[in-house]
């Protein structure tokens, strides 16, 4: 091979380059990939196939910057590693992909500092769109940038209070009061509710839901066990609830992961979920129908959540000057084996 033809020395391939490969203008060319222009079949094929050999890529900033419209759009989340995220982030994609735009995803780990770099650095590079899960403690910086750049934008589970904006969330505590009178029509007298730390939003409203019906019912003083939303932590932590309070027969948890990982203890201490505790997760992730035994939960399909996410940003895109939306998914009781009466 001459030196030439290396990867470190080849020529990037562009409209011009293409032109002279298919024997045509350089407008032509301009004009396929455009898909715009009164072009034969024949020359549109001759200039796709010529693209093709080339491995030509249209520049998408450039056609952005001559159209005014970017196809690239941003999501902002926290903790990708969650199954429930990575089911919200492919139902996004799934219809943002089919209306032909690019989701670039950034972690930012509930850190305002580091939300407020990845939100910059989308700003900077001229997204379409925003999805964003606000970090708790989010910085001025990230809602002031936000204002002046006017990126449609669309808040996900945490609203943001400093910017007026399109909101999709979920019934949160009306999910876990649904789950706790359940749990009370079983029989249970002793409820915990399991998981999740700090002060966010979505954390503080399904807490609220859970102590509204252990007041309703009279089943005395709250008890909330907070802890990391994995199986592991789950894990852990019921070991050491199980042992502080022995006297608990149900679970409220704040998530799937962290009643998985509850389940888990139980097995571990050679107990049964469903017979010696009852356990509700909340989010009906794909590995919850196959859990051991299959976890009951409060179903928000989060792969649909994500697709539901995704065109109201579309419908913002579309339509700019139309009123702001706030939509609230409702969560289902789905009944699975960890729920039982108390022995």
């Known amino acids: 091979m001459h030196p030439s ?21 350089l407008a032509t060319v301009s004009q396929v990939m455009r898909n715009a222009g009164r072009i034969s079949e024949k020359t549109r094929e001759k200039v ?58 950034l972690d930012s780990r509930d850190d305002p500092a580091k939300e407020a770099r990845n939100l910059e650095a989308f700003i900077r590079s001229g997204r379409g769109g925003l999805l964003w899960v606000p970090a708790v403690g989010a910085r001025n910086r990230s809602f002031e940038l936000l204002k002046t750049h006017q990126m449609p934008t669309v808040t996900f589970l945490r609203r943001a209070q400093q910017i007026t ?52 019912r009279g089943l005395g003083t709250p008890l909330i066990w907070p802890c990391a939303d994995n199986k592991l932590a789950g894990l852990e932590a019921n070991l050491a609830l199980r042992k ?38 909340f989010d009906d992730i794909a590995d919850a129908a196959v859990a051991t035994p299959p976890l009951s939960t409060m179903a928000v399909s989060p792969h649909q959540l994500g697709r539901r996410l995704a065109q109201v940003l579309l419908d913002r895109i579309k339509t700019p000057d139309m009123p702001h939306v706030t939509v609230t998914v409702p969560a289902t009781l789905i009944t699975r084996g960890t729920t039982g009466a108390p022995i």
């Open 165 to 216: 904006c399109d909101h999709v969330g979920i019934e949160n505590a009306a999910a876990t009061a649904t789950a706790t009178r359940y749990l009370a029509d079983l029989g249970h007298r002793h409820i915990a509710f399991f998981g999740g730390t700090g002060a966010g939003q979505v954390h503080l409203q399904r807490i609220e839901g859970y102590e509204a019906v252990m007041a309703e």
């Open 48 to 105: 796709l196939k010529a693209a093709e050999a080339l491995n030509y890529v249209p520049d998408g900033r450039a056609a952005a910057m001559r159209s005014g419209q970017n196809h690239e759009i941003g999501l902002v989340i926290h903790q990708i590693a969650n199954p429930f995220n990575a089911e919200v982030i492919s139902g996004v994609s799934d219809l943002l992909e089919t209306e032909g735009y690019l989701v670039s995803v």
């Open 244 to 281: 502080a309070h022995p006297e608990v027969t149900a679970l409220v948890c704040n998530g799937d992961m962290v009643a998985i990982g509850a389940c888990l203890a139980l097995h571990r201490l050679g107990l049964t979920p469903g017979r010696d505790m009852s356990i509700i997760g």
């Open 5 to 25: 033809d290396t990867a470190s020395t080849r020529k990037k391939p562009n409209l011009q380059t293409v032109a002279e490969a298919a024997g045509v203008s």
